[in-house]
């Protein structure tokens, strides 16, 4: 009997994940948004707000691209991780040597080479690549386009934006932020956001209030 696959986030992120399912062959049951004036996306009905997960029986994927959004839902609904639902879409190419956390999500030609590790609610984006004994935090988000070299590590909550490169050997440090397009030659300070070719620090505070 096939059990229950629900999206939580019927957002752009959420679809995005809701046709790497649909590739796998395995058709979300539904969405869970709290934004009533949806019905339906891709004929995949909205079915409730996101706390009506609480009361469901089947596997759940938090599909919310914002990092700190994502961990505060998964906080609420405080669901056993063997509830998650890890995906991996296809066409990814992955090393049978690397680690995936629960609840991640792997998306279209993404590469991730021997020795990795992915923690817990990840998002690797579109086209990829992590290369080899890379460590990477839970609720971490790799953006689209994005490709790190070997043993790279990146703390909890770090975003690496669109096209970014991150040199081998590099630490991107917990809730940092990095910019579209930026090269990273060094480590990386938390809660800072780096943009440039090289990274160079646009602003920093070594506190979790600064978290976007």
Known sequence: MREDIYIIGAGGHGQVVADA???????????????????????????????????????????????????????????DNNKYLTVIHPSAIISK?????????????????????????????TSSSVDHHNKVGDFVHIAPGTHTGGNVHIEEG????????VLPGKKISKWSQVGAGAVVIGDILPYATYVGVPAKLLKGDKNESSIV
């Open 21 to 79: 399912l649909i590739a796998l062959g395995m058709k979300p049951s539904g969405f869970l948004d709290d934004n009533e004036n949806l019905n339906s996306v891709f004929g995949i009905p909205i079915i409730g707000p996101i706390k009506l997960a609480l009361k469901l029986e089947g596997k759940f994927v938090v599909a919310i691209g914002n990092n700190k959004k994502r961990k505060e839902m998964v906080e609420m609904l405080d669901l």
């Open 97 to 125: 040597n690397v680690k995936i956390g629960h609840g991640s999500m792997i998306l279209g030609g993404v590469v991730i080479n021997t020795g990795t590790e992915i923690g817990n609610h990840v998002i690797i984006n």
């Open 158 to 165: 770090a975003f690496l934006g669109i096209g970014v490169s």
